[in-house]
C-alpha cells in the first residue's frame, strides 16, 4: 500500500541568499514533491524569504527538509509569512471581500467576529493593503 | 410615563431593567409594547467606526522657565498651538511632518493625529517638541520631552461630529481602483462599503431627537461623556421613511469626554489607503423608556433602514447628489446587494461587534448602577439644513 500524500505549508528564511542554489528544483526532482510557491523575496540586504506548500509522503517531506537544511536556511513549519493580529483586529471586515480564499471570514456570524484560517492564506497580501487597523503584517 | 428620576432612581438602585438595541425589538414583540415599556428601562445603543471629526485638547503644564508655544508636533504629528500657552489641539486626521502623503499614490498613512490618540490612551510614552518665539513672562524658546497621558493635566476629546445617523454605501463604477475614506473600492463595484451599525446605531433609535439632546450622558470608548452640541453638518430635514430613518446621513452629534477614562480597545488610529489618516471611536448612547412611542422607535430592525448607495468614483467627489439605489441593513449584512444586475459584495469598515460589545458593557454598567442618565438641557434642531460650499469668483 503506497504511503498517503500530505500538503505542508512551510516559510524559509534565509539570512543570506543562496537565489544561486536551485533548491525547489531538488525538491520537486529528487523527491517528487508537488510545490506550490505563495511568495518568495529577496530583501535589499540580500535576505531571501520562500513560502510555499509541499505535497508528497510523509518520508519523502522529512527527507527534502532534511536537504533543505544543509543550506544556511530557516525552517518555520508552523509560522506563516502572513500575520492576522487577534488583538488588533476590530472585526469591521472590511477586509473580507478582497481577500480570495476566505482565509479571513466571519468565525462566528452572530457576533459577526472575524477569524483567520492560516491554511487557506495564499499570502496575496491583499488584506494588509486594505486594513485600516493594521492588524495584518508580513514577516518580510 | 416614566421620567427621568424614576429611571435614575431604579438605576441607583440596582433595579434596572436593560435591553441592547439589538435584542429588544424581538422581546416587544413577545411581550407586548405596552407591557415590555412598563418593564424596559433603557435601551442601549452604540456603533464603532472612524469618525474624522475628532480632535483632542491637552494642557501641558509650565515648564521652568516657562514657554508659549507657537508651534507644536507629537510623534512629530503637528499639533495646534494658537489656542493658550500650553494648551495645545491635535486633530484625528492630521498627517505626521513628512508624510509623503499620496506622493507615491496610494500612499500608506502609517501614523497620524489618530494614532497618537490612540497611543495617549493607551497609556505609550510620546515626544513633545514645540517651539516659541520667546516673550518676556514666557522666555523659553524650544522644549523637547517625553510625557504619558498621566502627565497631562487634561486629556479632553473633542468629536464635532459623531455617529451620522444613516450612512452612504460606497461603491466604485469606474475602471481603476478607488482610494476612499470608506476603503479601498474595487473596480466596477466589485464590492461595497458601508459604515453604519444599522439597528443598532443611536440616533437610528431616537430618529426625531427626542430623548438624545444636548447634555445626554454617553459613553465615549469607556469613559463617561456628554454631547455638547449638535453635530456638525446636521441636517435634521431629510426624506425620512414610516421609521423615521432618513434616506441619508442626516442627524449628527458633537461629544466629548475625558481621555483619562476611556479604554484603549474603544479608541483606535485607522490608516486609510490613498485618503490619510483617522479615528475609530466606540460610543454608546443609552435611550431612557420614558413611554410606549419611544421603545417603538427603539424596536427598529435592519431590514426597515435603508441606505443610499452612492458611486465614489464619480458622484461623490463631483457631490452631483446623485445615488444609485436603496438598500437594506439586512442586505448588507447578510453579505450584499444587486446593483445593474450584479451582485456586490458589501463589508462593513466599522465594526458590529464591537457596537455589540459597547451596547452589552453600557447595559452592564447602568444594570451596576455605575451610569445614570442625564436628561438633555436642550435639544438637537429639528428644522436645520446642511449648506453646500459656494465658490464665489469675486468679494461681493
Ligand atoms: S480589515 Fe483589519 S480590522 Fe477589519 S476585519 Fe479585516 S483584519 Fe480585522
Ligand atoms: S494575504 Fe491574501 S489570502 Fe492571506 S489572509 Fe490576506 S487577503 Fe487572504
Redesign the pocket.
Known amino acids: 500500500m503506497s504511503e498517503p500524500t500530505v500538503t505542508r505549508k512551510l516559510m524559509l528564511f534565509f539570512p543570506r541568499c543562496e537565489c544561486e542554489k536551485p533548491i525547489i528544483y531538488h525538491l520537486v526532482k529528487d523527491y517528487g514533491l508537488v510545490v506550490n510557491v505563495f511568495r518568495a523575496k529577496v530583501t535589499p540586504e540580500e535576505e531571501g524569504y520562500l513560502v510555499l506548500d509541499v505535497t508528497g509522503t510523509e518520508s519523502d517531506i522529512e527527507k527534502a527538509l532534511a536537504f533543505v537544511k544543509t543550506f544556511d536556511v530557516k525552517i518555520n513549519a508552523a509560522g506563516k509569512g ?1 500575520h ?1 493580529d487577534a488583538g488588533r483586529c476590530t472585526h469591521c471586515g472590511v ?1 473580507l471581500p ?4 476566505e ?2 471570514f466571519y468565525g462566528n456570524p452572530d457576533k459577526r467576529e472575524v477569524a ?1 484560517d492560516e491554511d ?9 493593503k486594505v486594513c485600516p487597523f493594521n492588524a ?1 503584517s508580513s514577516a518580510f | 410615563m416614566k421620567s427621568y428620576e424614576e429611571i435614575n432612581r431604579k438605576i441607583a438602585a440596582g433595579d434596572a431593567v436593560v435591553m441592547t438595541a439589538a435584542e429588544v425589538a424581538g422581546y416587544v414583540e413577545r411581550k407586548g409594547l405596552e407591557a415590555a415599556a412598563r418593564e424596559i428601562d433603557v435601551v442601549t445603543t452604540a456603533t464603532f467606526g472612524p469618525m474624522c471629526s475628532s480632535g483632542c485638547f491637552l494642557n501641558f503644564g509650565h515648564s521652568s522657565p516657562r514657554i508659549r508655544m507657537t508651534e507644536a508636533w507629537i510623534q512629530d504629528v503637528p499639533a495646534y498651538a494658537g489656542v493658550a500657552a500650553v494648551d495645545l489641539f491635535i486633530g484625528a486626521t492630521q498627517l505626521r511632518h513628512g508624510d509623503p502623503a499620496n506622493m507615491n499614490y496610494p500612499g500608506e498613512f502609517a501614523y497620524g493625529g489618530g494614532h497618537v490618540m490612540e497611543d495617549l490612551v493607551s497609556g505609550r510614552e510620546l515626544q513633545l517638541f514645540a517651539l516659541s518665539y520667546g516673550t518676556d513672562d514666557y522666555p523659553r524658546r524650544e522644549v523637547r520631552t517625553y510625557f504619558t497621558i498621566n502627565d497631562l493635566n487634561q486629556a479632553i476629546m473633542v468629536n464635532p461630529r459623531n455617529c451620522y445617523q444613516n450612512y452612504n454605501v460606497a461603491v466604485n463604477l469606474s475602471d481603476k481602483t478607488v482610494y476612499s475614506y470608506m476603503g479601498t473600492l474595487l473596480p466596477q463595484a466589485r464590492n461595497a462599503t458601508y459604515s453604519s451599525a444599522g439597528q443598532l446605531s443611536p440616533l437610528l433609535n431616537d430618529p426625531h431627537y427626542d430623548v438624545i439632546g444636548i447634555g445626554t450622558a454617553i459613553w465615549l470608548a469607556g469613559a463617561r461623556g456628554h454631547v455638547y452640541a449638535e453635530g456638525t453638518q446636521h441636517c435634521a430635514i431629510a426624506d425620512r421613511n414610516d421609521y423615521g430613518v432618513p434616506s441619508e446621513g442626516a442627524g449628527t452629534m458633537a461629544l466629548t469626554a475625558d481621555m483619562k477614562q476611556m479604554i484603549p480597545e474603544y479608541v483606535r488610529g485607522v490608516s486609510l489607503r490613498g485618503y490619510g489618516v483617522s479615528l475609530a471611536l466606540g460610543v454608546g448612547v443609552p435611550i431612557p423608556v420614558l413611554s410606549p412611542a419611544h421603545l417603538q422607535r427603539a424596536c427598529i430592525r435592519d431590514s426597515d433602514i435603508m441606505a443610499p448607495v452612492v458611486d465614489y468614483a464619480d458622484d461623490y467627489p463631483e457631490n452631483s447628489g446623485r445615488i444609485l439605489k436603496h438598500v437594506s441593513y439586512a442586505e448588507l449584512k447578510g453579505g450584499g446587494f444587486e446593483l445593474n444586475g450584479k451582485e456586490v459584495a458589501a463589508a462593513s469598515i466599522s465594526s458590529y461587534n464591537k457596537a455589540l460589545k459597547i451596547a452589552h458593557r453600557l447595559a452592564d454598567e447602568i444594570r451596576r448602577g455605575d451610569f445614570l442618565l442625564a436628561a438633555p438641557l436642550g435639544s438637537l434642531p429639528r428644522e436645520s439644513r446642511n449648506r453646500p460650499l459656494k465658490i464665489r469668483e469675486a468679494a461681493q
Open positions: 502572513l492576522w477586509c478582497h481577500c480570495p480564499t482565509a479571513l483567520f487557506k492564506c495564499i499570502e496575496c497580501l491583499a488584506c494588509i495584518c
